[in-house]
Nanobody, 123 residues
Framework: QLQLVESGGGLVQPGGSLRLSCAVS????????IGWFRQAPGKEREGVSC????????TYADSMEGRFTISRVNSEKSVYLQMDNLKPEDTAVYYC????????????????WGQGTRVTVSS
């Protein structure tokens, strides 16, 4: 039984920062890789970042490298996405999801999607 809930989205100006949270419920929460994805209006869902169960391995999409930082605190069953230097093109609904194997390349390998949290980057 796994449930993911995103939070922390909102309206921010270009260049600003937001910290998204993904709360993972379930006794096996710390055995899953957790990925962040986003979907902008009229666009396909895309991967943002992913973190291994231990937190030792992280991945980032090229456009997010150096601006976003993923982390997890397993004692809290939480995964975070620190987003800095936000750009208008970062505007999207952000989702977290779980991969029972590892951080695979396709979002179709992930499950237990939350409802998402909306991020709007605008002046």
């Amino acid at each position: 039984q796994l449930q993911l809930v995103e939070s922390g989205g909102g309206l921010v100006q270009p260049g600003g920062s937001l910290r998204l949270s993904c709360a993972v419920s379930g006794s096996t929460a710390n055995y899953y890789a957790i990925g962040w994805f986003r979907q902008a209006p009229g666009k396909e869902r895309e991967g943002v970042s992913c973190i291994s169960p231990s937190g030792e391995v992280t991945t980032y999409a090229d456009s997010m490298e150096g601006r976003f930082t993923i982390s997890r605190v397993n004692s809290e069953k939480s995964v975070y996405l620190q987003m800095d230097n936000l750009k208008p093109e970062d505007t999207a609904v952000y989702y977290c999801a779980a991969d029972p194997v590892f951080c695979r390349n396709s979002w179709t390998d992930f499950h237990s999607w939350g409802q998402g949290t909306r991020v709007t980057v605008s002046s």
